[in-house]
C-alpha cells in the first residue's frame, strides 16, 4: 500500500528478519541474445549461504498481527462521509485468523496523519456472506481522528509466552506447527523434528524438540535442499 509507514510500540526482541537465499542447483546469468531468444552464456550455480551456529534460549515471544485498515463511518448514510470517525476497520485473512486462539478484547490502531498510536476497543468481527468476501475486524478509538477512506494500521496481539525456548525463525524449516531444524553435536549435525509454537516476525518459540543450549544450524541445509535430498 502507499502513504507513510509507521511504527507501532516496539516489543522486545521483536523486528523483521528477511533471510534471502535461494535452492542449490538453481541458475542465474540468463541473458536475451538480440533476435530475442535465451541464451545461456552465463549460467552459474547459486550458491548456499554459510550456517553459523546458533543456541537454543529461554526468553519470551509476543506474536503480533498487523493489518491495513481504513477509518470507515459509524452510520450508514451520505451526511456521515462529511464526518470524522472513530472507527477503524480491517479485513481479515484466514490464516491471520488462524493464528489467535482467541480474539483480544483491544488492539492499537495508526491513522495516517493521525495522532500516535492509540488503544482501541474490539468492536465487532464482520463475517462475510460467501465464499470470496473476507471476514472483517473494527475497531473503536476513544475519540473521532479522521474522515472515512483515511488509511490506517490495526495491530492486534496473538497471544504472548514467557520462559520458552526460542530460536530465530531463520533456523528452523517449517512456518506451521511442525518444523525442523540441524541440531549440531559432536561436530556433526543432524536433522531433528521440532513443535513450533507463537512467533514474532524474529524469534519462534520451540514447543518440543530442543532443550535450552542446544544448538543448531542456521540456516538449515533442508532449506537449500532439493525434495528427493530431504
Not at 37 to 59: F, I, N, Y
Not at 146 to 173: I, T
Request: aromatic residues 2%; glycine residues 10%; proline residues 7%.
Amino acid at each position: 500500500m502507499t502513504g507513510r509507514s509507521h511504527r507501532f510500540p516496539r516489543i522486545a526482541g521483536a523486528g523483521l528478519l528477511l533471510l534471502v537465499g535461494s535452492f542449490a542447483g538453481g541458475w542465474v546469468g540468463q541473458q536475451a541474445s538480440a533476435d530475442g531468444d535465451a541464451d545461456l552464456r552465463t549460467q552459474q550455480p547459486l550458491s548456499v549461504p554459510t550456517a553459523r551456529h546458533v543456541t537454543a534460549e529461554r526468553g519470551s515471544v509476543q506474536a503480533v498481527v498487523v493489518l491495513d485498515a481504513t477509518v470507515v463511518a459509524a452510520d450508514s448514510g451520505a451526511s456521515q462521509s462529511l464526518k470524522q470517525s472513530s472507527l477503524v476497520e480491517a479485513q481479515i485473512r484466514p490464516e491471520q485468523l488462524a493464528r489467535f486462539s482467541s480474539l483480544p478484547s483491544t488492539g492499537k490502531a495508526k491513522v495516517d496523519g493521525g495522532p500516535a498510536t492509540t488503544d482501541c476497543r474490539l468492536s465487532a468481527l464482520i463475517t462475510g456472506e460467501g465464499s470470496d468476501i473476507l471476514p472483517r475486524i473494527r475497531c473503536t478509538l476513544p475519540q473521532p481522528v479522521a474522515y472515512p477512506g483515511v488509511r490506517a494500521h490495526l495491530a492486534l496481539s496473538a497471544g504472548q509466552v514467557h520462559n520458552v525456548v526460542v530460536l530465530p525463525l531463520s533456523a528452523v524449516d517449517g512456518s506451521s506447527k511442525r518444523g525442523m531444524v540441524h541440531l549440531v553435536q559432536g561436530g556433526t549435525s543432524r536433522p531433528q523434528t521440532v513443535e513450533l509454537g507463537l512467533r514474532d516476525g524474529v524469534n519462534v518459540e520451540i514447543s518440543s524438540g530442543l532443550e535450552a543450549g542446544d544448538t543448531v544450524l542456521d540456516p538449515p541445509p533442508s532449506l537449500f535442499a532439493s525434495d528427493d535430498q530431504k
